[in-house]
């Protein structure tokens, strides 16, 4: 059956926080300081890691990877959420709305791949610490970085053209300030059986996959720590990883809340969905700067230097 293209919306319709229309320009002011958050808390690490030689090693261009990926992802959302709660623009054209859903799935299993790789890192760190730099060499870590970006972009580039063959019939009311995935799929009049298949296939196998790889990671850890003699050195070896597990909590169990509300939150209010898709989108990227300014002694101290170093020049 061919469908004609006139079945294709040529906009979509945002809706901001349901309910709260009136106030979108008071939460705007929030999401403003989200925003300078996110952006001025990763950008510091990531010039902290390139303009310091010793923290060119694999734990912290990996940290670096994860700043970019968090910075990818909040960019992707900045044009509609702002546009919505500043300027009252809730519309954005079919293409700009894929291109966006391509965009932040892209970078959000990007986050998910470096995680993991962060963990691979944690173990290797404390299981062969002797031969940690020969494993984890700089080719090495940096081709991991190249397959992560390719691997996301490959998976989710059929997303778009998938949607695309089905006709929505009118339908183009989507419930967030951005352009989800599990939201588009709802709207085409279609059957969507392929959608729905790869989309699963694509969940299992990156954060699905990424996940359980995590647990498996940390359960290897926690082995390793346990036949580590001294508790000094116990204690050291599981402070290396605090950081991290406070960047995995704070990415996964937001993303698994969503996922729970889409599938089967069917009577869930309006505005609780958008919180969660919020806290899916912008808790991580906003505490890990943080987390790993707080915990982490070298980019702490990084972070010092830049400082001291300008009010020198003051």
């Given at each position: 059956m061919k469908i004609s293209l006139e079945f294709l919306p040529t906009m979509f319709i945002l809706v901001g926080?349901?309910?709260?229309?009136?106030?979108?320009?008071?939460?705007?002011?929030?999401?403003?300081l989200m925003y300078i958050i996110i952006f001025l808390g990763n950008g510091t690490i990531l010039h902290v890691i390139r303009t310091d030689a010793a923290l060119h090693q694999p734990m912290y261009l990996f940290l670096a990877m994860l700043a970019l990926a968090e910075v990818g992802v909040s960019a992707s959302t900045l044009p509609t959420v702002l546009g919505i709660f500043l300027f009252g623009t809730n519309e954005i054209s079919f293409d700009a709305c894929l291109l966006q859903m391509f965009s932040i799935h892209s970078?959000?299993?990007?986050?998910?791949?470096?995680?993991?790789?962060?963990?691979?890192?944690?173990?290797?760190?404390?299981?062969s610490p002797l031969r940690y730099t020969a494993i984890l060499t700089l080719p090495r870590v940096l081709g991991t970085g190249v397959i992560i970006g390719l691997k996301s972009i490959m998976l989710m580039a059929p997303l778009p053209m998938l949607l695309r063959r089905l006709p929505f019939c009118g339908h183009n009311a989507l419930s967030h300030s951005y352009c989800l995935h599990p939201n588009l799929i709802h709207l085409p009049c279609e059957d969507i059986s392929i959608n729905n298949i790869y989309g699963l296939f694509i969940v299992t196998s990156t954060f699905g996959l990424d996940s359980l790889l995590i647990v498996i990671s940390y359960g290897c850890i926690l082995h390793t720590v346990l036949h580590i003699a001294t508790g000094q050195g116990r204690k050291k070896a599981l402070n290396t990883c605090g950081s991290h597990i406070c960047a995995v909590l704070t990415y996964y169990v937001p993303m698994i809340g969503l996922s729970l509300v889409h599938r089967f939150g069917h009577h869930v209010s309006p505005l609780l969905r958008a919180m969660m898709a919020s806290a899916y989108l912008f808790f991580s990227p906003l505490v890990n700067p943080i987390v790993y300014s707080i915990k982490t002694k070298e980019i702490r101290h990084g972070i010092a230097r830049i400082l001291s170093e300008k009010r020198t020049r003051v």
């Open positions: 926080i349901p309910g709260l229309e009136a106030e979108h320009i008071w939460i705007s002011i929030p999401f403003c970078f959000s299993i990007m986050e998910s791949a470096v995680l993991l790789a962060m963990s691979v890192d944690r173990f290797v760190a404390i299981y």
